[in-house]
DNA sequence: AGGGCTATGTAGCGAACGCTACAAGAGGAA
DNA sequence: TTCCTCTTGTAGCGTTCGCTACATAGCCCT
């Protein structure tokens, strides 16, 4: 009998591309078993049962988004808030972050209504966030901390209002925040 | 045989009431049905298929939205941005609000999703509220629409680090915008 | 060599899912 | 009265769900 050596470790990142392209929503087992090349009866075998399996891959994401961060860190730092915010923004944008978003959705919704593992994962993807903002801020800037929370709270206004469909809300926003230009 | 003459008018307040108190990711008809007083068949035959069945109760609710924002409007304006903000926060942590906001990130995902009816919902319900936040803007604001939207996004923001358990660095980020104060 | 232990395949369980077929009661129309 | 339409109940279809029972092939240890 053919012994792959299939691990948590070799299934996470595959587990992991199937939901980034279908959801959180209808991952259910065979689906997912059939994307990392297995079987649900293995999935279970590995991860315990689905809970734990769910648990484990939103924290194996959380990585890959903190790791998608690092990549995006620029050496050289920004000058104003403006600029901050502008890089930010053109990051938020490219279409690897995209798939990241539309999961996020579904981390924030299962976060708000007390599913395990969820609110874990996401407050961890917004803390290595955060910090990787406070790194991006202007070096002569004068509240670094606040106003990468500031900046923060910003971005993320303006991302749930563009999931929605009111982007040009919140650009009017931003415009208006004195943050960003035309 | 009785007839109760169950229409999708009375069937869907209580529809509604089922999925904000258990969300719509788990809405399956036997249990709606149920919590309506009625059968899975019955749901079917008022509705035609689940798909409509919740993309009506989805403008259900954006409808109840709108009345509560409508209930909430004080008749006098509040004299400054931050004024306003404050009103607006509280606003959003009373208790009968949470059970929307529960359901939003629900909304939120499912529009970020491309699931038929959630982007129009959502749509709705903000465009709804952008009004609201427009008519509650300070009477002598240099540019209502544009701090309307600003408020918006940063309120939007807010609301969901929130969600996801960083209450505090949306309070720090607002204390930062100079808008809120200790 | 033999006995565990780990990893895997096959098959299937009971439950829930969306939805449908069929029959039947109630009320109005002819 | 007779028929026809609207509304409802009962039963069940086929599928998918998470999970389990059981068998078995390879590996290491003694």
């Given at each position: 009998?053919?012994?792959?050596?299939l691990?948590?470790?070799?299934?996470?990142?595959?587990l992991a591309?199937?939901?980034?392209?279908?959801?959180?929503?209808?991952?259910s087992l065979?689906p997912?078993?059939?994307?990392?090349?297995?079987?649900?009866?293995m999935?279970?075998y590995?991860?315990?049962?689905k809970?734990?399996?769910?648990t484990?891959?939103?924290g194996?994401?959380?990585?890959?988004y903190?790791g998608?961060?690092?990549?995006?860190?620029g050496?050289?730092?920004?000058?104003t808030r403006q600029d901050?915010l502008?890089?930010?923004?053109?990051?938020?944008?490219k279409p690897?972050?995209?798939a990241?978003?539309v999961?996020?959705?579904?981390?924030?919704?299962?976060?708000a209504?007390?599913?395990?593992?969820?609110?874990?994962a996401?407050q961890?993807?917004?803390t290595?966030?955060?910090?990787?903002l406070?790194?991006?801020?202007?070096?002569d800037?004068p509240d670094?901390?606040?106003?990468?929370?500031?900046?923060?709270?910003?971005?993320e206004g303006?991302l749930?209002?563009?999931a929605?469909?009111?982007?040009?809300t919140?650009?009017?926003?931003?415009?208006?925040?004195?943050?960003?230009s035309?």
């Amino acid at each position: 009998m053919p012994q792959p050596q299939l691990s948590r470790e070799t299934l996470l990142p595959r587990l992991a591309a199937h939901v980034l392209e279908h959801g959180l929503g209808g991952a259910s087992l065979r689906p997912l078993a059939r994307a990392a090349g297995t079987s649900d009866r293995m999935l279970i075998y590995h991860f315990g049962n689905k809970e734990t399996l769910i648990t484990e891959l939103l924290g194996y994401i959380a990585g890959l988004y903190a790791g998608a961060l690092d990549a995006a860190l620029g050496s050289d730092r920004p000058a104003t808030r403006q600029d901050c915010l502008a890089r930010i923004l053109a990051e938020g944008s490219k279409p690897a972050m995209q798939a990241f978003l539309v999961l996020w959705w579904d981390i924030v919704a299962g976060a708000a209504r007390g599913v395990p593992g969820y609110r874990e994962a996401a407050q961890e993807m917004m803390t290595r966030q955060l910090a990787w903002l406070e790194g991006q801020m202007p070096a002569d800037d004068p509240d670094p901390a606040g106003g990468a929370r500031y900046l923060m709270t910003l971005i993320e206004g303006a991302l749930m209002l563009g999931a929605v469909g009111h982007d040009d809300t919140a650009q009017q926003g931003l415009l208006a925040s004195g943050l960003a230009s035309p």
